[in-house]
């Protein structure tokens, strides 16, 4: 039977999510789940619970490689999608700072590059309709293109390196302009993870299903208070309620079903019966004024023959 650890429910914008221990380390670990901690596995739940994430939509990621502590981020369009919603978000900005040819330095909108011109970093403003001036940020290329152990550069911070570094000013910006919609998430972009190798298709798992018929074995089983009153019809001997459940077939008493309750109630209590008689028997006391009559046990020597 599923682990039911740390159950939650939750709303979110595509619905109600539920999380719990085995499905994290299941389905949503992003590398190798056996070397996921509890307390990772916790903050993973926790951060989709507070932030209302469907991680099964892509909207969070729990990424464990090796030893190393696991990255929590968030999906691609979380952050877009969730400024758009936002009541006080009035709108952005964003785009790369460039180097042109001749030494001068430009904010430019969008992400392109010309082949002579050297990307420095990028920029980006979110405006607040509670707010007389926008938020603004820049931030260097140079201090957040990832790399390999070895040196190597991620495949996207190699191949596209305009767009990820403006994501970054982006999300910063956002982040920091609305704390009420981003506290607490961080993009993959930010993070020191390969985002290339981020799975985008949906998690389909017919995980509600699985709760619901999980929730249904609990409920046909007997309670505590039930499993209890075995062992008081049975006056305390474990034997006896041992020998009944082993032949229906249960190893542990609070496995028992609503179904068998009663049959086996009715069992300890005849047993526990069969065994008081057995023991009045074996310690019946010998009357006192019992007389043996001669012409009901002959002696040895009086055959009926005359000698």
């Given at each position: ?58 909207e969070a990621y729990l990424i464990k490689f090796g030893n190393e502590p696991a990255t929590l981020v968030t999906g691609k369009e979380t952050f877009t999608k969730r400024a758009a919603k936002s009541k006080l978000c009035a709108g952005y900005e964003a785009g790369v700072i460039v180097q042109k ?50 040196g190597k550069i991620f495949s996207n911070w190699a191949n596209m390196p305009a767009t990820m570094i403006r994501k970054v000013a982006l999300v910063q910006a956002l982040r920091e302009a609305l704390p009420e919609e981003f506290q607490g998430l961080y993009s993959p972009e930010e993070m020191p ?115």
């Amino acid at each position: 039977m599923e682990n039911k650890r740390w159950l939650v429910k939750y709303e979110t914008d595509t619905g109600e999510v539920t999380l719990s221990y085995d499905i994290v380390k299941k389905y949503l670990v992003s590398g190798d789940p056996s070397k996921v901690t509890d307390q990772e596995v916790m903050m993973f739940i926790n951060l989709c619970k507070y932030q209302k994430l469907n991680p099964f939509l892509r909207e969070a990621y729990l990424i464990k490689f090796g030893n190393e502590p696991a990255t929590l981020v968030t999906g691609k369009e979380t952050f877009t999608k969730r400024a758009a919603k936002s009541k006080l978000c009035a709108g952005y900005e964003a785009g790369v700072i460039v180097q042109k040819e001749n030494g001068e330095m430009e904010y430019r909108k969008g992400t392109l590059v010309a082949p002579n011109e050297i990307l420095i970093g990028g920029w980006a403003k979110v405006y607040r309709k509670d707010w007389s001036v926008p938020l603004e940020t820049s931030v260097s290329l140079q201090e957040y293109q990832r790399k390999t152990k070895d040196g190597k550069i991620f495949s996207n911070w190699a191949n596209m390196p305009a767009t990820m570094i403006r994501k970054v000013a982006l999300v910063q910006a956002l982040r920091e302009a609305l704390p009420e919609e981003f506290q607490g998430l961080y993009s993959p972009e930010e993070m020191p993870v390969d985002d290339s190798k981020l799975e985008e298709k949906p998690i389909e798992v017919n995980y509600t299903l699985q709760e619901e018929t999980n929730t249904k074995q609990e409920e046909q089983k007997i309670s505590l208070a039930q499993a209890k009153r075995m062992f008081a019809i049975a006056q305390g001997d474990k034997d006896i309620v041992r020998a009944v459940l082993d032949k229906y077939g249960y190893e542990h008493s609070k496995d028992v079903t609503k179904e068998d309750y009663d049959k086996i109630c009715a069992e300890i209590e005849q047993a526990v019966r069969q065994k008081e008689q057995e023991k009045s028997q074996q310690e019946e006391p010998i009357d006192a004024d019992f007389t043996v009559v001669e012409e009901d046990i002959p002696l040895p020597w009086e055959n009926g023959a005359e000698g």
